[in-house]
T-cell receptor, first 113, second 112 residues
Framework: AQSVAQPEDQVNVAEGNPLTVKCTYS??????LFWYVQYPNRGLQFLLK??????LVKGSYGFEAEFNKSQTSFHLKKPSALVSDSALYFC???????????FGKGTMLLVSP | KAGVTQTPRYLIKTRGQQVTLSCSPI?????VSWYQQTPGQGLQFLFE???????NKGNFPGRFSGRQFSNSRSEMNVSTLELGDSALYLC???????????FGDGTRLSIL
């Protein structure tokens, strides 16, 4: 069975500092990996997707994610955080063969001015 | 290109009633998935439809059902509503499994 772990319920960072939101996955075969962001009373917005072979994936709004196969991790990063980045972030994985998309429990990112 | 549209946005029902939620996917997307989001359980997968066929089903009781029409629009139905069914129900569409799912803003269902 596939699973996604986001070990931090909340991440606090000051505006202008780099941020990292952690994600590890367990999925058979080559995974499809995604990051989504959710603002209050809204659905999830797609940020970026892992493409096989790219260890650093660039996405929307200056976000990027670092893929590490040996550590089965896919951490979300941004060099300089903005207050407007404060939101709930979800990591998700999907195996091959029409398996379901499995989400982590989410990490609340709070960026202070 | 219009995004995923879910109707209604808010719904209040009482225990024992039934409800139907609607989802219009992005034009050209053939896969539609439904999720239940609650503070305690997070995002839980309900079911996925592809070209009018249910391709995957989550671990929910039979009171939860869905269908997809030939134009890819989808509906989900919950019968005999319980207090625990109060949640945000999210619909997402995609071209296929390897592509990102695009989400609607959800239907907030409150059971009194």
């Amino acid at each position: 069975a596939q699973s996604v772990a986001q070990p931090e319920d909340q991440v606090n960072v000051a505006e202008g500092n780099p941020l990292t939101v952690k994600c590890t996955y367990s999925v058979s075969g080559n995974p499809y990996l995604f990051w989504y962001v959710q603002y209050p009373n809204r659905g999830l917005q797609f940020l970026l997707k892992y493409i096989t072979g790219d260890n650093l994936v660039k996405g929307s709004y200056g976000f990027e994610a670092e893929f590490n196969k040996s550590q089965t991790s896919f951490h979300l990063k941004k060099p300089s955080a903005l207050v407007s980045d404060s939101a709930l972030y979800f990591c998700a994985s999907r195996g091959s063969g029409y398996s379901t998309l499995t989400f982590g429990k989410g990490t609340m990112l709070l960026v202070s001015p | 290109k219009a995004g995923v549209t879910q109707t209604p946005r808010y719904l209040i029902k009482t225990r024992g009633q039934q409800v139907t939620l609607s989802c219009s996917p992005i034009s050209g997307h053939r896969s539609v998935s439904w999720y239940q989001q609650t503070p305690g359980q997070g995002l839980q997968f309900l079911f996925e439809y592809f070209s009018e066929t249910q391709r995957n089903k989550g671990n929910f009781p039979g009171r939860f059902s869905g269908r997809q029409f030939s134009n890819s629009r989808s509906e989900m139905n919950v019968s005999t509503l319980e207090l625990g069914d109060s949640a945000l129900y999210l619909c997402a569409s995609s071209w296929d499994e390897g592509q990102p799912q695009h989400f609607g803003d959800g239907t907030r269902l409150s059971i009194l």
